[in-house]
């Protein structure tokens, strides 16, 4: 033994997997079947000087380095996740950003029988024997740090919520894709 730490992930980033874990924790009280939600991840004291009426439903916080997920409403249904990301360029004050989904999902050694075509990929999903109902919750920051959370129907407690910074790692690029210059 060496004495040496391991390496910190550079993509880790313990107040925003605090937060990650906050905006999944309150999808997770409006429970299943729910929209997507996408959230801009803004600094407190920022969001609080510039609406202080806002004190109050945020706790008041200005804490440095404080973060606040701001609830960007009703998203379009037609749009794909691909579509609806791919049309955002979040301005220089929001620092990230958090997207909440439920999704279909199995094992990735049966992703390789998935049918290539989305009406038949998407029947496919629905027939698995395999298949999990999970809730998504992606957070990513303009410095890169990542976060995921994930909640399968299946294990609905708060003990079994799985968490890492590449969870979902195409989620989490597609979302650090609205956050470049």
């Known amino acids: ?91 220089p004050e929001v620092l990230g950003s958090a997207l909440c989904v439920e999704r279909l999902m199995v094992p990735p050694d049966a992703e390789k029988d998935m049918p290539q075509d989305e009406p038949d990929a998407l029947r496919w999903l629905a027939e698995h024997p395999q298949r999990q109902e999970v809730r998504i919750v992606a957070s990513v920051l303009r410095d890169g740090s990542r976060s995921c959370a994930l909640r399968m129907r299946a294990h609905d407690d708060e003990t079994s919520v799985l968490t890492g910074p590449d969870l979902v790692p195409g989620l989490s690029a597609a979302l650090a894709a609205t956050l470049s210059d």
């Open 1 to 91: 033994m060496t004495g040496l730490a391991e390496p910190a992930n550079p993509r880790a980033n313990r107040r925003l997997d605090a937060l990650t874990l906050d905006v999944e924790r309150h999808a997770a009280q409006a429970g299943w079947d729910q929209p997507t939600r996408l959230y801009a991840l803004v600094e407190t004291a920022d969001l609080l000087r510039r609406e202080p009426q806002l004190a109050e439903q945020v706790g008041g916080s200005d804490e440095p380095g404080g973060l606040t997920p701001v609830d960007q409403g009703d998203l379009p249904e037609h749009a794909s996740i691909e579509e609806l990301l791919g049309g955002i360029a979040w301005p």
